[in-house]
């Protein structure tokens, strides 16, 4: 049987060979209509392009990469589902990586995509502070969930201070003065920023440092020691900057006979569902996962439709507090 060639889908879907090669190649020059015209027409026929030639002839593979830092996150499964979203909207297709909390496999997954020619790439950078690109950007790239003045490349970030005064406000309006926090030693800047607004709020807030943000035993074990202060030692509302210490925190609580929210309410910070399937439902901050896998698509689709006249900018997305059982008192 022959090959389907790109003449025989330009001839199934009534347009010019050149038409159907933007498509392959820079669909972002194609009518969304004319794009289903074609994506019908290589159905029926089975067309398979060969990317690698594409590149090899000075073309774009029309496809996005995605480097995520891990898959153990509701956070990855979101913005890679928005991501999805905007670049099959766009045109485009979506490859995930996951660099399992490793620059030098994330750094590996950046040079294959820019091998292959990739039209643009969104990184997610691994949780630390003074992270820069290391690697030459020759492509188009948008920085996933870190903020850098110093970083020229477009950049998309929840706005985790504002999730840290959404906490600390919510804490006061429920009548609630004795804070604690349970962070992490690591530096994280999300961590850092959350705390940085829920201080902004209530000066005086304890830290609790713990040794696994990503462990809800650390949580747990926090939680005990909380619940097994003296009444007028132990905090009346306790914020998890992650939403899996504040999930552990909350059955280390309820494992000393305490009640949450009565002697103890508590919230989680990120909007991290895989967290949430406790005996009490979570307070938290919505999840935004989604909202940024698509801004950072769209940054991306920006930055090729507009090249001469794109200025690299930071989109920041707003939190918002989801209230729920662990604080409704």
């Keep these: 049987m022959a090959r389907v060639t790109i003449n025989d889908v330009a001839k199934r879907a ?3 060979m050149g038409t159907v090669s933007n498509m392959l190649n820079h669909p972002e020059k194609v ?4 794009r289903e015209i074609i994506r019908q027409a290589i159905k029926e026929l089975g067309f398979v392009p060969n990317r690698n030639a594409s590149a090899l002839a000075g073309g774009r593979n ?8 891990g898959l153990d996150h509701a956070f990855s499964l979101q913005v890679s589902q928005g991501a999805y979203d905007a670049a099959r909207e766009a045109g485009f297709d979506l490859m995930i990586t996951s660099a399992d909390n490793d620059d030098l496999l994330a750094n590996h997954y950046v040079d294959y995509f820019r091998g292959a020619r990739m039209s643009g790439i969104i990184v997610e950078p691994r949780p630390g502070a003074g992270w820069r690109p290391d690697w030459p950007v020759d492509t188009p790239t948008v920085v996933l969930d870190y903020r850098s003045d110093s970083c020229d490349l477009c950049q998309v970030c929840a706005d985790n201070v504002q999730a ?14 004795r804070v604690t926090v349970i962070s992490a030693s690591d530096d994280i ?7 940085r607004g829920i201080r902004s709020v209530i000066g005086d807030t304890e830290i609790i440092d713990v040794a696994d943000w990503r462990n809800p035993r650390s949580g747990y074990e926090a939680g005990v020691r909380l619940a097994e202060r003296s009444d007028d030692t132990r905090p009346d509302f306790v914020i998890g900057l992650t939403d899996v210490l504040a999930a552990g925190c909350i059955d280390g609580i309820l494992s000393c006979r305490r009640s949450v929210p009565g002697d103890m309410a508590v919230m989680g910070c990120d909007g991290n569902p895989l967290a949430w399937g406790g005996p009490v439902p979570m307070t938290t901050i919505e999840p935004h996962g989604y909202e940024m896998g698509r801004a950072a698509v769209e940054l991306l689709v920006d930055e090729i439709r507009h090249a001469d006249d ?9 939190s918002r507090l989801l209230v729920r059982a662990s604080t409704a008192v």
């Design 14 to 16: 009534g347009v010019a």
């Design 31 to 34: 009518r969304p209509e004319t």
């Design 62 to 69: 029309p496809a996005f990469g995605l480097v995520l830092t």
């Design 164 to 177: 840290g005064v959404l906490a600390a406000e919510h804490a006061l309006r429920i009548g609630r003065n």
């Design 189 to 195: 800047q999300s961590l850092d920023d959350r705390c």
């Design 310 to 318: 794109h200025r690299h900018t930071m989109k920041t997305i707003p």
